[in-house]
């Protein structure tokens, strides 16, 4: 890519792979930390970095638009200049603390999608005791598939690659086994994710500042923040209904789009796609890396997002990737195949 930058090349074909514009997904936004073992990191900006974000979607002269003029865009026909759309997902309170003053400084409009159960206090960041958990053990024990198993974490790359094999493991489990095994890491290990999560996230308190704010668009992630994938298609149904409508009392707006939660690649697999449509959200974004194709061509219910990676800090590689060149043979189209990380 930092050749495409360089060469230009990227510049040559922009206008034919390019498409409407880009949809850009973010989740906690808050300055550097200091420590080794940072699982996360790929998932953190800091708000020097989303500021020069911004400086440059400026600069590059995109329109930064919110979500809804963004689903305008993709079923019209293509204007003159691209679309950049932030979004940001997730509960964190950081969003408010750092990311809300570098958005409000330049005057954009942003969406954040919210699972409902972490305002109330009761969601359950299972991915933040996980990570306090492995960054203090150097071994680990659990039941996994009802066996006892055993890891010595002695290393750094051992610790990585646990936190990969345990995230996984535990982002496909149904509701009620998630609870469990969370429950007994935090048994075994004095660990309380109920209240990491209620220390991490903001509260309907929070988010009452930002609905003052014409330029904050709220969109839904369903209510526990589930892979859709790993419940029974009624629970996924009601996860996608109540959390719409949970947001829509508390906040007194209608909520028109919804994040299908980690991306969740095996949801699209299944009817879920459809499901967004039937409980009456206007659009559903994925963390399917792609462009936002015009005049129809792409699935208002599986829009693609660009995932910034914090580790990463040049502006030149997100400005090829913004281009399109990079997903030019993977354009998320209805009749598409469609494929997503998280």
Known sequence: MELAYFSGAFRLREREVGGAGVILRFARVRPARRG?????????????LLDRTIRALKRWQYDIVGIDEACR??????????FACLTFDGATKDIVTHAYPVLVRHGVPFTLYLPTAFPDGVGVAWWLALEDIIARESRI??????????????????KYELFDFLSGWLRKLPPSELSYAVNDLGRRYSVDAAQLSRSASFDW??????AADPNVTFGCATVNYPALSSLKAAAALREMA???AVAESALRRPIKHFAYPFGDRDAFAR???????????ASAVSTISGVVEAQGRTNLHALP??????????????????????FARVRPTRSASIQSGI
């Open 36 to 48: 080794r073992f940072q699982p996360l990191k790929s998932q953190e900006i800091t708000p020097a």
């Open 73 to 82: 865009r993709a079923v019209t026909m293509p204007e003159r200049r691209r």
């Open 141 to 158: 024990n659990l039941v996994i598939d009802g066996r006892d198993r055993h890891f010595v974490v002695s290393s750094l790359s051992d």
């Open 205 to 210: 308190a929070d988010l009452a500042k930002l």
């Open 242 to 244: 109540m959390g719409k």
């Open 271 to 281: 009817p879920d796609v459809v499901m967004a449509e039937e409980t009456g959200f």
């Open 305 to 326: 997002r660009i995932a910034w990676d914090g580790r990463v800090r040049s502006l030149r590689i997100m400005r090829v990737l913004l281009s399109g060149v990079m």
